[in-house]
Structure formats: C-alpha cells, structure tokens
C-alpha cells in the first residue's frame, strides 16, 4: 500500500571557512538557515560569534515527508532474516528504492543589527 511517512533529517553544521568580509569592521556576522520542505531552521541568534572561520558546532534534526512505494521488498541480512527501517520505514526503500527526497538548501547570512534586523545572503548549498 502506497503511504507517505514522517522521517527525520539529520544535519550537521560544523563550520565556515574562509567567509568574505561582510561588514565596515572587516568581519562577518555569520547565520545559517536550512530550508526543507516548507520548513526552515536557524540557531539561536546570539550563539554566533564574529568571524570569517566560524565553527558552529550544531545538530539540527527536521521533520520531512518521504513517499513510500507500495511492497517495497525487504532487505536480507546475513543469516536471510528481513531486516526493518526506522521509523516505520522499510530499509530497503531507505537503500534500493529512487525515493523523491525534498531538497535540502543551506544558506550562509550575514546578521546585521540596527535600527532592524537584516541579513544578507552570501552563498548557498
């Protein structure tokens, strides 16, 4: 039976290198968004030092929907058991099935802090 399941993406957000100047002090207030499915995700604002190098250093887990194909068929194991997948999801699907995944971007953003709030995209991935 065709059904489409919660998952769960897990991203790591680690670090910047080498970010061009973005700022009068010759620096870069960095930010990072991660926009899936009709979701975006962004840390805490003030956890971000200044910097060209950044290390962020974060974990971020986002709900996203996954299309399961109808009788996938199971995984063997060694011994010829079927294994299963998380989350109610076969793990065949989640290693031999074409499965339409949502796209997943990162952006890098420069915080700016005034009279109000802007940031300004510098790349994306």
Same mark, same amino acid.
């Given at each position: 039976?065709? +059904?489409?399941?919660?998952?769960?993406?897990? +991203?790591?957000?680690?670090?910047?290198?080498?970010?061009?100047?973005?700022?009068?002090?010759?620096?870069?207030?960095?930010?990072?968004?991660?926009?899936?499915?009709?979701?975006? #995700?962004?840390?805490?604002?003030?956890?971000?030092?200044?910097?060209?190098?950044?290390?962020?250093?974060?974990?971020?887990?986002?709900?996203?929907? #996954?299309?399961?194909?109808?009788?996938?068929?199971?995984?063997? +194991?060694?011994?010829?058991? =079927?294994?299963?997948? =998380?989350?109610? #999801?076969?793990?065949?699907?989640?290693?031999?099935?074409?499965?339409?995944?949502?796209?997943?971007?990162?952006?890098?953003?420069?915080?700016?802090?005034?009279?109000?709030?802007?940031?300004?995209?510098?790349?994306?991935?």
């Amino acid at each position: 039976r065709e +059904a489409v399941k919660e998952v769960w993406l897990h +991203a790591d957000i680690l670090q910047g290198r080498n970010i061009p100047p973005m700022d009068e002090d010759g620096l870069v207030d960095p930010m990072w968004e991660i926009l899936v499915e009709d979701k975006t #995700v962004w840390p805490a604002r003030d956890q971000i030092p200044k910097s060209m190098n950044p290390s962020f250093l974060h974990r971020t887990a986002v709900p996203i929907s #996954v299309y399961i194909p109808p009788n996938p068929s199971p995984v063997r +194991a060694r011994g010829g058991a =079927a294994t299963g997948g =998380a989350g109610g #999801v076969p793990s065949s699907c989640l290693v031999d099935c074409s499965l339409p995944l949502p796209p997943v971007v990162l952006q890098l953003k420069d915080r700016d802090v005034g009279f109000v709030e802007s940031f300004e995209k510098i790349g994306q991935t």
